[in-house]
């Protein structure tokens, strides 16, 4: 890890793509507390960055789905914006960029893979938004930062429907005294191409499977299904005690 801070402008700007200005304010965002907490030299940390960075990338995000041709309700642009503004998005996001390695770490904490936790990675990417736009401005913070996000915002607005659907699977069955149990029931492809294939089964009984590049993906779109294969069969029992099918 560079810990000089020419060395590490040099590393950084290659992965984000913004080179700063002021390196003290680039070092500060790449402090965790725990690095502050052993070096008694370390002026500050990152968390009021974090907490400047938390606001702004809400506002960076809440403008492009905003600005996209589609007249959103509230409703939908809240739940885009939380897909991709929380802890495991943008850890995704920092390890996308190679963050881990440049943040300036305690020696317990590095110790015990905080290069890998999902809380350490996400707080450095807000703490780098944070001090990008104190290194310059909100356009430019803009620009720089939904560059990391492009493949996710496309992935979220393509995956509608489908962010709630277990949710929502949970709350139906919950109401009937039931509960949906997951289980992967098959992964192929090579390590870095994988496609994952997963049941949702009820009381034993399956009800239905989703294939996904992840579990997670998979999961959701497996309970999307789910919620299909429900409503397909309450309208089936429906029609039925309402005479419309015949008996055979």
């Given at each position: 890890m560079a810990q000089n801070p020419e060395e590490t402008k040099?590393?950084?700007?290659?992965?984000i793509g913004y080179s700063f200005n002021n390196l003290e304010l680039m070092m500060e965002a790449l402090?965790?507390?725990?690095?502050?907490?052993?070096q008694s030299s370390v002026a500050c940390h990152n968390e009021r960055l974090e907490f400047l960075g938390d606001a702004v990338?809400?506002?960076?995000?809440s403008k492009k789905f905003m600005s996209m041709r589609q007249r959103w309700p509230e409703g939908k642009l809240t739940r885009y914006r939380a897909a991709?503004?929380?802890?495991?998005?943008l850890a995704q996001v920092a390890t996308s960029l190679n963050l881990g390695s440049l943040?300036?770490?305690?020696?317990?904490?590095?110790?015990?893979n905080g290069r890998q936790k999902s809380s350490i990675l996400s707080d450095c990417v807000e703490a780098v938004v944070g001090a990008i736009f104190l290194d310059s401005d909100f356009y430019v913070c803009d620009e720089v930062v939904l560059k990391w996000f492009?493949?996710?915002i496309e992935e979220v607005i393509e995956g509608d429907g489908m962010e709630d659907a277990k949710t929502l699977l949970q709350q139906q069955l919950?109401?009937?005294n039931l509960s949906p149990a997951y289980r992967t029931v098959g992964v192929e492809g090579p390590d870095h191409d994988r496609t994952y294939e997963v049941e949702i089964s009820v009381s034993g009984e399956p009800l239905s499977r989703g294939f996904g590049k992840s579990k997670k993906e998979a999961e959701k779109q497996a309970a999307h299904n789910s919620l299909k294969t429900l409503s397909d069969r309450e309208a089936l029992l429906?029609?039925?005690s309402n005479g419309v099918l015949e008996n055979e």
């Open positions: 040099s590393e950084l700007e290659i992965r402090t965790h507390k725990s690095y502050f907490n052993e990338l809400d506002l960076i995000i991709l503004v929380n802890e495991e998005s943040i300036l770490l305690g020696k317990g904490e590095d110790k015990n492009e493949e996710m919950q109401a009937q429906k029609a039925s």
